[in-house]
């Protein structure tokens, strides 16, 4: 017997409006309507629209770096003139483990020292209420969490919590996990990166050379259910931005070049920000 | 009773009016006033505690007056003063205040002498030597004439050459030659009996600041609750609000001080980002500071009267937005910094300010977002490449198969050996000796290889490979031998980028070590 068509609709857009995904299937058919293709996707995904909770996977506690630069990376495109700031937050007792971010290699990536705010926090409770903080104010681009150890207080209740608030306030959060197990969280995106290596300089083969991060997506849930047909990436960051380097040549063969990163905005009149810097 | 050592010996410093009944005095020997009562209680006598507790009573008398002050001239204790200037109608006259003020003392079970006059020194001598009056504004010489001269808070020795020449009451140096007073006895005579008659100032140092801006409320019944407490900040935030409002003034700081019924004072201070006078967000502040309280919230047996005071005023004009002024964000990041500081503490939310040196460590100064200052501009913007993460304290790595002054081929960091494909360096990074201040003059022998300086604390941190040196920075000093560093950028074989240097140079006495400092993307 046939259910009537109707109210399996009605009942989907509620769910739908329970869940807030009309948002967020609405960014990201923008995002994939523009450049159909299985990698282009992907890359596409590299701008996913603000408002939502990826996570970013690295092996082990020494690729904190990769799985720092590949955030920034993807935070960086969200800085907007209203959103200008980053904040990165951080449990005290682990900066020894995986590093405290360093102002003056954030230039690298397109932003100034003090653009990205760090928060030293002593507990886990206390970081998650800091997180859905940031993420409630509307001038904060994106909030960036690194999390050396696996607290129990981060289950899967407390990411659906992160991914409602950060849908609910337009403001991305990129939680940063290292190891290889996997648990349960309501992200939306999950990223597996891992350091690959460089190219070399162009004038000193044996110079380490740009960036390059081997990006596998995890997880794609982006309002309607994809399968994409090609889940790994091989990209490059450059000063125009991550650019894809084909895994069969590894070399620097830039399919495409994405605009290039949010620099400091240049002096405008009447411009507060400005004036003061 | 009390005791304290006096040239060796204990003696009785303070009796309660029960044991001077008993025929003990001041100054007598413990065992002789123990072999008149057996059952004397007796206890060492602590002057700076005494004082503490003193002072921190004194914070409370701030809920009857705004400045209060201990007097320390004659003891470090015992002595409060008010300023009731324009106050004393509030208790419905200064007979009252006297007595409500004295009376909730006696009520507790303290002695307590009061007395009321225009200055300092003739409140003291009144209180002292003829307690509960009240001297009416003129009649100050006349009612201080009859007291004795220790009323003046005068030295023993003064005290004993006044009486030898027969002057025993105040009224008798009214008049004398002033300059043979003054050589006779000192300055301090003359200047004690000027500052009794008000002929010159004696300040008042307040123990607590004078804030200009401030909105209290009393209970009549007392309140515990931390609950109730915000509650009534909120309120008390919005009375301030308004009144700052009216003057277009902002406050930088804000304290509340929670007066209790037993005589002790709870202060919070919260600080803001920027001056601000807005209800909603003050209140915040001290909802967030009060969620790090945690156990030192004690209300005691009730808290009676509440006040909250703001600080550091500047002129915060009303601003419209969208005419000239772009709508930033720029305030609500700054409330949102308020927010996370007053919860999470002063220093849990820093940024990175750039500062003008090219040591790595301490080119970045991590700075409270909420207390900025200016921007150095002689700071590195565009430095040489550098890592995306530093480790606070650079960890030993072990090093093989290393060509003389290049980079690694091997190395073995946190247990884990890897391979070094590619490298690029080194950057040498020396200390900055025009830090140092030293002249040019002969280098000091080199350091023993004998004995590595190893600090104690640093020594007990887990350390993670045992036969390594821990890295001990000697930036402060400047050693020409030991605090050259050369820097390399390293990948491994799995692409990995670390920031690696050697410390010290082959040849030297103490063979080079080598440490990670960082990482890249």
């Given at each position: 017997m046939p259910r009537p068509k109707p109210d399996l609709d009605a009942l989907r857009a509620r769910i739908a409006a329970l869940e807030k995904r009309p948002v967020l299937a609405e960014g990201a058919g923008s995002a994939s309507r523009n450049r159909p293709g299985g990698e282009d996707d992907l890359l596409g995904l590299l701008k996913a629209p603000a408002g939502l909770l990826h996570e970013i996977f690295a092996?082990?506690?020494?690729q904190s770096g990769t799985a720092l630069g590949f955030t920034l990376g993807l935070a960086g495109s969200l800085i907007t003139r209203s959103r200008q700031a980053l904040i990165y937050l951080q449990l005290a007792a682990e900066a020894q483990e995986i590093g405290l971010p360093y102002g003056l290699g954030f230039s690298a990536f397109g932003?100034?020292?003090?653009r990205l705010v760090i928060g030293r926090i002593g507990t886990v409770p206390e970081l998650l209420w800091a997180l859905e903080e940031a993420l409630a104010c509307?001038?904060?681009a994106g909030v960036i969490v690194d999390l050396a150890s696996h607290p129990k207080a981060l289950d899967f209740t407390a990411s659906r919590r992160i991914a409602l608030r950060s849908a609910a306030a337009g403001t991305s959060a990129f939680l940063i996990r290292y190891g290889t197990g996997r648990q349960a969280s309501a992200a939306r995106l999950r990223w597996h990166v891992k350091a690959g290596a460089s190219a070399g300089q162009p004038f000193d083969a044996g110079a380490p050379g740009n960036p390059r991060f081997n990006v596998e997506?995890?997880?794609?849930?982006?309002?309607q259910v994809r399968q994409a047909e090609q889940h790994h990436l091989i990209l490059d960051w450059t000063e125009n931005g991550f650019v894809s380097v084909d895994p069969r040549q590894?070399?620097?063969?830039?399919?495409r070049r994405p605009a290039p990163p949010p620099r400091p905005q240049p002096a405008a009149l009447g411009h507060r920000l400005s004036q003061a810097g | 009773m009390l005791w304290e050592k006096i040239k060796g010996g204990m003696r009785i410093a303070a009796l309660d009016a029960a044991a001077s009944g008993a025929g003990l005095s001041v100054g007598q020997n413990v065992s002789d006033a123990r072999a008149l009562v057996p059952d004397l209680l007796v206890f060492e006598h602590d002057p700076d505690f005494t004082a503490h507790v003193f002072s921190e009573f004194a914070d409370w008398h701030s809920n009857a007056s705004p400045i209060v002050a201990v007097?320390?001239?004659?003891?470090?204790?015992g002595d409060l003063i008010l300023d009731i200037t324009g106050v004393a109608h509030l208790f419905g006259g200064e007979e009252r205040m006297l007595a409500t003020l004295t009376g909730r003392l006696r009520a507790l079970g303290y002695t307590v002498h009061g007395a009321i006059a225009d200055t300092v020194g003739a409140a003291w001598a009144f209180a002292h030597f003829d307690p509960g009056r009240i001297v009416p504004e003129g009649e100050l010489e006349a009612q201080l004439?009859?007291?004795?001269?220790?009323?003046?808070?005068?030295?023993e020795d003064q005290v004993a050459g006044l009486s030898q020449m027969g002057?025993?009451?105040?009224?008798?140096?009214?008049?004398?030659d002033r300059k043979a007073l003054q050589a006779r006895f000192g300055a301090a005579l003359v200047s004690r009996l000027d500052q009794a008659l008000g002929l010159i100032e004696e300040r008042v140092i307040p123990r607590l600041p004078i804030a200009e801006y401030h909105a209290e409320r009393r209970f009549p019944e007392p309140i515990g609750y931390l609950d109730d407490v915000l509650m009534t900040v909120r309120d008390l935030a919005i009375q301030l609000g308004l009144r700052l409002g009216a003057e277009a003034l902002g406050a930088q700081s804000f304290h509340l001080f929670l007066y209790r019924v037993d005589h002790k004072v709870m202060t919070l201070s919260v600080n803001a980002g920027r001056a601000t006078r807005d209800p909603g967000h003050i209140a915040q502040l001290f909802v967030h500071r009060s969620e790090r309280l945690e156990g030192e919230y004690d209300a005691g047996f009730g808290i009676d009267m509440i006040r909250l005071a703001a600080g550091s005023l500047s002129p915060t004009p009303d601003v419209q937005l969208g005419t000239f002024e772009v709508d930033d964000g720029a305030e609500d990041l700054t409330r949102l910094y308020d927010r996370m500081t007053s919860r999470l503490g002063p220093l849990a939310v820093v940024r990175s300010k750039p500062v003008d040196t090219h040591i790595p460590e301490r080119a970045v100064k991590l700075e409270s977002v909420v207390a900025r200052t200016p921007d150095?501009?002689?700071?590195?913007?565009?430095?040489?490449?550098?890592?995306?993460r530093l480790l606070p304290v650079p960890e030993p790595i072990e090093v093989m198969a290393e060509v003389p002054h290049g980079p690694p081929l091997r190395m073995v960091w946190r247990h884990i050996s890897c391979r070094v494909l590619k490298a690029s360096g080194p950057e040498r990074i020396e200390a900055?000796?025009?830090?140092?201040?030293?002249?040019l003059g002969f280098l000091p022998?080199?350091?023993?290889?004998?004995k590595p300086e190893i600090p104690e604390d640093r020594a007990k941190k887990?350390?993670?490979?045992?036969?390594l040196e821990e890295h001990v920075s000697r930036l402060p000093t400047f050693d020409a031998a030991s605090t050259v560093c050369d820097y390399y950028i390293v990948e491994d074989e799995a692409g990995r980028r670390f920031w690696v240097f050697r410390l010290g140079l082959y040849g030297a006495p103490t063979p080079p070590r080598w440490y990670l400092h960082g990482f890249f993307a």
């Open positions: 092996d082990e506690h020494r932003l100034t020292p003090d509307r001038a904060v997506i995890e997880k794609l849930r982006l309002g590894h070399s620097l063969a830039p399919l | 007097h320390d001239a004659m003891a470090p204790y004439a009859d007291l004795s001269i220790h009323a003046l808070r005068l030295g002057l025993k009451s105040v009224g008798q140096l009214y008049g004398r150095d501009p002689d700071a590195l913007l565009d430095p040489p490449v550098r890592p995306l900055e000796w025009w830090r140092t201040g030293l002249g022998p080199p350091p023993d290889p004998e887990k350390v993670i490979v045992p036969r």
